[in-house]
Nanobody, 118 residues
Framework: VQLQASGGGSVQTGGSLRLSCAAS????????MFWYRQAPGKQRELVAS???????SYVDSVKGRFSIYRFVAANTVHLRMNDLKHEDTAVYYC?????????????WGQGTQVTVSS
């Protein structure tokens, strides 16, 4: 199972971006999906998650500004980011808990850079 992320870029404070991530491969199913981020000099943190049933969870710093959603049939997950702040600058990673042949494991996409400047 491979995850491919896209949609990063540079925006000004208050701007918006949408990140997308698609899972591909064969013979798999996706359970929970996630967006993480890692800012320079900081540990990777979980930003948002969504279950297969659509239940969502967010880190406090993005509540009300970010929205995670997915299309189960397409094996995609998206992160809509509004009212971006300088502190949202980071490399963003998508991840998914994939079941392949009865075994479950977390798979990671490559990072996509988000830079927010004033």
């Amino acid at each position: 199972v491979q995850l491919q992320a896209s949609g990063g870029g540079s925006v000004q404070t208050g701007g918006s971006l949408r990140l997308s991530c698609a899972a591909s491969g064969s013979g798999f199913s996706i359970e929970d999906m996630f967006w993480y981020r890692q800012a320079p000099g900081k540990q990777r943190e979980l930003v948002a998650s969504i279950t297969r049933g659509g239940s969502t969870s967010y880190v406090d710093s993005v509540k009300g500004r970010f929205s995670i959603y997915r299309f189960v049939a397409a094996n995609t997950v998206h992160l809509r980011m509004n009212d971006l702040k300088h502190e949202d600058t980071a490399v963003y990673y998508c991840a998914a808990d994939a079941v392949v042949g009865g075994s479950s494991g977390r798979r990671w996409g490559q990072g996509t850079q988000v830079t927010v400047s004033s």
